[in-house]
């Protein structure tokens, strides 16, 4: 059966699952907290719109509904998807834009059509591990940019545009998982510059950019772009999983006509179409007005509990995590002491079986995937509560672990002279 | 923006788009008669038993049912499917099971883990376009196996495998596209032989087979293979747009272990996952029981279509076009006389528009596009006073091309001796 085996690519049967997925199978054990997932608040999924929406959808019930539909999306899904952009500032029309399934499904496709395999793409230091695994499917070598607490480095960008020859870049400016860095205006109007110049085309992906605690981010590439003197090439996404409800899968891309010529004909060999009656709910929930007093809700509610973990760490892991309270998204994305050790994935899943709590190490996120000083603690989904044991929870670990290294420190001869 | 342009891959840029999707956006022209689509009825498509399944779903709607699902689908779905594929004769568990969007995005996760770029892959003379197309997205070069009226020609193969040692290989053996072939039972055995002679990995696509009129196909390859001495390795994929609806775009993916975890990667880094309501519905609609009388209707209503169409052609277009008598799916494949031209897709779909009736060239399923003495006529979707207009038309249009052929031929001077 050995060459039956071996039917699989080499690429797919070497690849390892989201570690954060095997995570997400232990967080359901008795007694577990999961700071790991990046799922919304279940108490914020809005079931009573989605019911109203459902019985409108019935009650209008077609054959068209039933029947093929256009790759590009249902045209009520489009229309509704373009007057929420451009209420946001951008300019898009429906025929501008394509419906996905999630805006993962965008990244898959733009990384099929844009990049050749065996070819670089840039992206942050510290990534979304489903985009980076897309690019990687797409045979795509992952060129690292260096990323800090205000996103990709840009002033490091030209070397590296110089050295390498990317084609296509990767970016996350609102609240990036897992960093939750928001890239401040002067490096996005750089970016477009460079991208620009050194004809880039620009990935701009924002499930996140909705869901701001105290002031809203600069506006996207891709609208600073239309007013640009020279533009770059951007395709921009958003998706409704953050802000209406993951389960549904639908997520816009807005891209130049070539680009979205392309990702048609990729979509048509991928899926035909996004299915239609989940478009048709999302147009009647988005058309009943209720998505802006919803956005207010979750970004209170996330705002809550951003601080409640902020506050819960800073009493129970003082001085062992470092980290800036988060402006928005769904993240805390906390630096661990240098004197704590580095360690692989698999002991941090250890170490959440031990102290039933469970982190994401930074690893998960890195091009490498080598271990990093660095975890993802997410306040989206648990209770306020479980926010607050969590952090105890993980302090009381991270604590054991400072002393067994120091202990380490003094009888370990070898590291007596370090 | 030359450079700008260039950012689309060569393999997408230059890709031509469906040639019956073109015809497609012509067929809703006044007094267009489309023999070109491979919709559905619109009379059968199931709104009633739907509405029932939505208000279901609506009454038990939980906060799990907009959270983010599991890759490899929702429960009760695979189980329901499980259920279905066993009452046929399958062995197939929940477990063993993907939920894709439509079996179409089998199909692309299938060619995207199992060819590696540049490597064929063996397919029927006549195919899906969609699936070609999904094979070239995958950098797939296709391999020709030659084809009659019994679908595949499986003596034809070895020589073929000898030489191109494929792979993988690509077969719709019950009432294909656009043949309406159905492959006897001892040609499935030979090419299950076959394939576990040469390591040949078998992707079984069956959106049809439960559409038969008068006696139902030989079981699938899959479950002949679960029979056999030295199994094959097979896929194999069925759909629910052609017995349920087309706008739900689900599929059922049932692969070897290797296989369906390569798959579950790749749908994890493609989609994620299907949507869930779209599941849920699916769900609740089989678990009423319904399908099985609702493909009764199907059956009978189709039948009843096929015979329409193909006695109106025996009247309007006798002598001018040969054909079977379709024994299920959705097509008639007629072979023009020799003394027709063989036009390019264009002229057809000139031909349409002067015509008022919309017909596929077998071109568009040909792996070279080369011009084709077929056509392919779709009895599903047209009312039955449309499938016997369309065919008068035809057979007029027809007979148009024969006397101008045949006038040609007398006042060409090179013909005249050929």
Redesign the interface.
Known sequence: MN???????PL??Q?S??PI?AMLALAGREDMISLAGG??D??L???EW??ES??E??GK?????????ATEGQPELREASAALLTQRGLTATAAELII???S??AI?LLA??????GEGIAVESFNYP?AL??FR?A?ARLIEVPTDAQGMDVDRLEPILLTERP??LYVVPNFANPTGAVMPLARRLRLLELAAQY?V?LIEDDPYGELWFGEAPPPPLVQLNQRADSPA?VTYMTSY?KVV??????GVLLA?A??Q??VV??K???????????QL?LSAMLGSNCLTPHLDVLRKAYAAKSATLADALRRHADGLLKFDTPQGGMFVWARLRSDLPLLPTQDWVDFGLQHKVLVVPGAAFSISNAAQPWLRLSFANPSPASLQQGAERLGRGLQGLASRTSSNTKTTPERTSA
Chains 1, 2 share one sequence.
């Open positions: 060459t039956a085996r071996g039917a699989v690519r797919y049967a690849a699952g989201s997925r799922h919304p279940p108490a999924l809005p079931i989605l019911r459902l019985l959808v019935t019930l077609q054959g068209r509904s039933l029947q093929y539909g996905t399934t999630g993962q499904q898959d099929r059509v844009l990049i050749e395999p489903a695994q897309a499917f045979g084609r296509v004809d085309t090439q999983s409800a993951p389960a549904l899968r639908l130049p070539d680009i010529r392309a004909l990729a048509q060999a991928a899926d035909v179409h996004s299915g239609s009656l989940e709910k």
